[in-house]
């Protein structure tokens, strides 16, 4: 049995798809038949909401598990889909970075609770749109970032800035820290600049910009507002489509048993 793969989803952008790509990408791997688990590691608890987790359900959160004694085990919520589960987040989360400041150790806590996940499961943490201490908890947890990038016009220059993040944690705190790759999100192939983007990254990131592209569609944006994953709202929207092909290709570039179908 191999070890559990643990996945930082980042972009301290805001409104890039991150949370979508987390939603979709661990909907998809479930469904897959991999054991995964979405940490919500983003005050706003978007993660949770789309995935269906209600405000009432959230009895053990993130939060607990970070500055409490509650293990991972405690803290997970079952979603609609059979073997996806939640670590939920709330709005107390937001003031982690403040509660946490004197915590000995206080990079190393999302780390710590992770040594008891399952073997073999892949963990999803759903960083914060910031390069705080919750993100710097989840790439010294992780062992690789998947960084979600706009196709917009400032898109490159966010990326350079979280790089020299990872190279930070990687010389601090996490040495085999390494970047899984970058998705592109919200394209539209109609518009100059999207395809200009891509073609910019792609020269300047080589093979760590994925093959799939998620293209920009009504569906996967209507999906949160009926906590689903545009997975099971729509099945068959271009959205649907996309994700199922990025977490194949996810899936083969973790080296995961078994193909996305």
Known sequence: MAEPSVIAIANQKGGVGKTTTAINLGAALAMAGHQTILIDLDPQGNASTGLGIEVEQRNKTVYDLLAGPDSLQDCQVQTDIENLTVVPATPDLSSADVDLAQVK???RLLRRKLDEAPRDSV?????????GLLTVNAMVAADAVLVPLQAEFYALEGLSQLLST????RQSGNPNLRVN???LTMSDYRNNLSQQVE????ATLGDLVFTTV????VRVSEAPSFAQ????????????????QFAAEFAARLKLANEVA
Do not use: F
């Not at 963990?123 to 390069?131: M, S």
């Not at 990872?166 to 944690?169: L, R, S």
């Open 123 to 131: 963990i999803l943490i759903d960083c914060p749109p910031a390069l």
């Open 105 to 107: 150790d206080r990079t």
């Open 214 to 217: 998620i293209p920009r569609n």
């Open 229 to 244: 994953p545009v997975l099971l709202y729509d099945p068959a929207s271009k959205g649907s489509l996309a994700y199922r």
């Open 181 to 183: 790759g970058v998705l």
């Open 199 to 202: 073609a910019d990254a792609r």
């Open 166 to 169: 990872v190279k930070h944690v």
